[in-house]
């Protein structure tokens, strides 16, 4: 199907091991974004990408990697997980520098 | 001080109401206005996009742009309960993608 996915959608894990939260789109978007949403946060910006090969960091990239060799498909890693790291994990994409898309998100735990 | 204030509610209102939903911002740069709707549990969804100042309507949803008082607003009429859901604001300036939201206002309309 046409559109933005991402998984796995639900996911607990253990603090100190690693996670990798996947997404993919069908637009060919240029640009890709990881946010994370907590109560009292809203929205915050982890890591941006403008192109493959091309990252950026965002408002609290602390604890994350993110990679994108392919246009379409946009990992996101947590090394070591920690507790402080239990979210909803957003994806987005975008073809310009406005309108962005939303995956899904991830309901990430951190035990 | 946030880039981007938005009063969280929640807000509840009886069905048929007028609804305005609002946010301040700081930086002048802004350009680009966006209204996404988050139903629970599920990804945001873009509602209404507006460039520069001005009024843009869509149906029952009507957005303004102050741009002179950095104030954004969002007006639902003849609300129904299938516009329950929390209301995010989004902006950005004329460079490369990043959006920056409100925290949300969380909307309850009832029958």
């Known amino acids: 199907d046409a559109g933005i996915t991402q998984s796995p959608r639900y996911k607990i894990t253990e603090t100190g091991r690693q996670v990798t939260l996947m997404c993919h789109q069908t637009?060919?978007?240029?640009?890709m974004f990881w946010y994370r949403q907590d109560l009292g946060h809203g929205l915050r910006l982890i890591y941006y990408?403008?192109?493959?090969?091309?990252?950026d960091k965002g408002e609290v990239p602390d604890g994350y990697v993110v990679s994108r060799s392919k246009t379409e498909n946009f990992p996101l890693t947590l090394e070591s997980a920690t507790r402080s790291q239990t979210s909803v994990y957003f994806c987005a994409s975008s073809a310009g520098a406005d309108t962005q898309y939303f995956g899904p998100g991830t309901r990430l735990t951190v035990l | 001080q946030k880039e981007v204030e938005q009063d969280p509610g929640p807000l509840s209102v009886p069905e048929g109401a007028i609804v305005s939903l609002n946010c301040t911002y700081s930086n002048s740069a802004f350009q680009y206005f966006m209204w996404y709707r988050q139903y629970s549990r599920k990804g945001p969804e873009l509602l209404m996009y507006?460039?520069?100042?001005g009024n843009k309507e869509d149906g029952r949803f009507t957005a303004q742009v102050d741009k002179s008082s950095k104030y954004i607003s969002l007006f639902i009429r003849d609300s129904q309960p299938s516009d329950s859901a929390t209301y995010l604001c989004a902006m950005t300036d004329n460079q490369g993608g990043k959006l920056i939201f409100g925290q949300g206002t969380e909307l309850s309309v009832k029958p």
């Open positions: 637009w060919s978007h240029s640009y």
């Open positions: 990408s403008a192109a493959a090969d091309i990252t």
């Open positions: 507006t460039y520069s100042s």
